[in-house]
């Protein structure tokens, strides 16, 4: 079955660095759209922050834009967030998540809802 499995979460101070890494398994992994989000906390509303298409094309969200990078590496099915310049507002839970085929990112403003399979998520707090 689909499994995404999320590492790499931490605690730094602000302007800092962490990188987390979503493995997946069971399924064709270089034909579907993969992302993350990320959920300030409990309650709150869970938000885009980067997805990468089938192509290599990425989005991420305006307010790490600059700051965040997202990468796939399809022969390890692996999706990476590069991030950097953290401050204390990125602070929250982060998930990966895949969704079969392309992101389609003219249709979807945003992909939160549109995502099929998601891990458990990894937790990010920036202190200042």
């Known amino acids: 079955q689909v499994q995404l499995v999320e590492s790499g979460g931490g605690s730094v101070n602000v302007g800092g660095s962490l990188r987390l890494s979503c493995a997946a398994s069971?399924?064709?992994?270089?034909?579907?759209?993969v992302a993350w989000f990320r959920q300030a906390a409990a309650g709150k509303e869970r938000e885009d922050v980067a997805?990468?298409?089938?192509?290599?094309?990425?989005r991420v969200a305006e307010s790490v834009k600059g700051r965040f990078t997202i990468s796939r590496d399809n022969a390890k099915s692996t999706h990476h967030l590069q991030m950097n310049k953290l401050i204390p507002e990125d602070t929250g839970m982060y998930y990966c998540?895949?969704?079969?085929?392309?992101?389609?990112?003219?249709?979807?403003?945003?992909?939160?809802?549109?995502?099929?399979?998601w891990g458990k998520g990894t937790l990010v707090t920036v202190s200042s």
């Open positions: 998540a895949a969704r079969g085929g392309p992101c389609d990112f003219g249709k979807y403003s945003e992909l939160t809802g549109s995502m099929d399979h």
């Open positions: 069971g399924f064709t992994y270089s034909r579907w759209c």
């Open positions: 997805a990468v298409d089938v192509d290599g094309t990425s």
